[in-house]
């Protein structure tokens, strides 16, 4: 029986590289993404290379309700893989950022996000299988000066995710938070107006092997997943320190790449 995937975020990044092994393992696709032209690439790509279904949909994440507007969309489709990975940055003092650009984000990873796991889950839990991959972030474990909206919606992601994995423990449904830390993506690119803000090039993965390594911890069904030894130790670190410590260290770090 062929089962069913779906990705937000698919047209590029990590989403992509989660769609490419999701259609290595013959999953039909529904590929959700705001950029039409490459989600049409990407959809052409899939069918040519591996012979599966491709159904995309262009949706604003950030718009209220979207959610819904998914699932109508996809109308009966079980979905047996959800992966919430739509997100995006911004750089800068809470005071002098722009509020569309924050709430659009906290729409996108917070609101969007958890309605969506919401509908997709009652089927699942209904038919004992199921798995979910949640974009969280290695900035889920601390606060974040400068990018202060970012991490706090990832803390949201990693703490939800943990926490219904823990609920859902025994349906044969299983909830994976994905923590990566820098990754070279789009999403560099998106952080700042300004494309030399917020550049970060120290402890850079390659998108290709943090999404196997989320895919494969999803698979196992594991809470969360740390991918990079030194990502795992920063992880930790703010256990060991004060949270004010933890937070200078944090604003220094991303003074330190705007000025660079």
Same mark, same amino acid.
């Given at each position: 029986?062929?089962?069913?995937?779906?990705?937000?975020?698919?047209?590029?990044?990590?989403?992509? =590289?989660?769609?490419?092994?999701?259609?290595?393992?013959?999953?039909?696709? /529904?590929?959700?993404?705001?950029?039409?032209?490459?989600?049409?690439?990407?959809?052409?790509?899939?069918?040519?290379?591996?012979?599966?279904?491709?159904?995309?949909?262009?949706?604003?994440?950030?718009?209220?309700?979207?959610?819904?507007?998914?699932?109508?969309? /996809?109308?009966?489709?079980?979905?047996?893989?959800?992966?919430? !990975?739509?997100?995006?940055?911004?750089?800068?003092?809470?005071? =002098?950022?722009?509020?569309? *650009?924050?709430?659009?984000?906290? !729409?996108?990873?917070?609101?969007?996000?958890?309605?969506?796991?919401?509908?997709?889950?009652?089927?699942?839990?209904?038919?004992?299988?199921?798995?979910?991959? !949640?974009m969280?972030?290695?900035?889920?474990?601390?606060?974040?000066?400068?990018?202060s909206?970012?991490?706090?919606?990832?803390?949201?992601?990693?703490?939800?995710?943990?926490?219904?994995?823990? =609920?859902?423990?025994?349906?044969?449904?299983?909830v994976?938070?994905?923590c990566?830390?820098?990754?070279?993506?789009a999403?560099?690119?998106?952080?700042? =107006?300004?494309?030399?803000?917020?550049?970060?090039?120290?402890?850079?993965?390659?998108?290709?092997?943090?999404?196997?390594?989320?895919?494969?911890?999803?698979?196992?069904?594991?809470?969360?997943?740390?991918?990079g *030894?030194?990502?795992?130790?920063?992880?930790?670190?703010?256990?060991?320190?004060? *949270?004010?410590?933890?937070?200078?260290?944090?604003?220094?770090?991303?003074?330190?790449? *705007?000025?660079?």
């Open positions: 029986m062929i089962k069913t995937a779906l990705v937000t975020g698919a047209a590029s990044g990590l989403g992509y =590289e989660l769609t490419l092994l999701l259609a290595k393992d013959a999953y039909k696709l /529904i590929l959700v993404d705001i950029d039409s032209a490459k989600l049409a690439d990407v959809q052409i790509e899939v069918e040519t290379q591996f012979n599966v279904e491709v159904i995309t949909l262009i949706k604003d994440l950030s718009l209220p309700n979207i959610s819904q507007d998914i699932i109508n969309d /996809i109308g009966d489709a079980s979905i047996d893989v959800l992966i919430n !990975n739509a997100g995006f940055g911004l750089f800068g003092t809470f005071a =002098e950022t722009n509020w569309e *650009r924050e709430s659009a984000m906290l !729409n996108v990873h917070v609101m969007t996000t958890t309605h969506l796991t919401k509908l997709v889950l009652e089927g699942m839990v209904k038919r004992g299988s199921g798995k979910i991959l !949640n969280a972030s290695l900035a889920a474990f601390q606060p974040g000066p400068l990018m909206i970012y991490y706090a919606s990832k803390s949201y992601m990693l703490s939800f995710s943990e926490a219904i994995a823990n =609920e859902l423990k025994g349906t044969g449904v299983t994976t938070a994905l990566p830390g820098p990754t070279k993506t999403f560099q690119e998106t952080v700042s =107006e300004d494309a030399n803000d917020n550049k970060i090039t120290f402890n850079m993965a390659c998108a290709k092997e943090v999404a196997l390594y989320g895919y494969k911890a999803m698979l196992k069904g594991k809470s969360y997943a740390i991918p *030894r030194f990502n795992k130790v920063l992880a930790v670190i703010p256990r060991f320190i004060t *949270r004010n410590a933890a937070t200078s260290i944090v604003r220094k770090l991303q003074a330190k790449n *705007r000025a660079e």
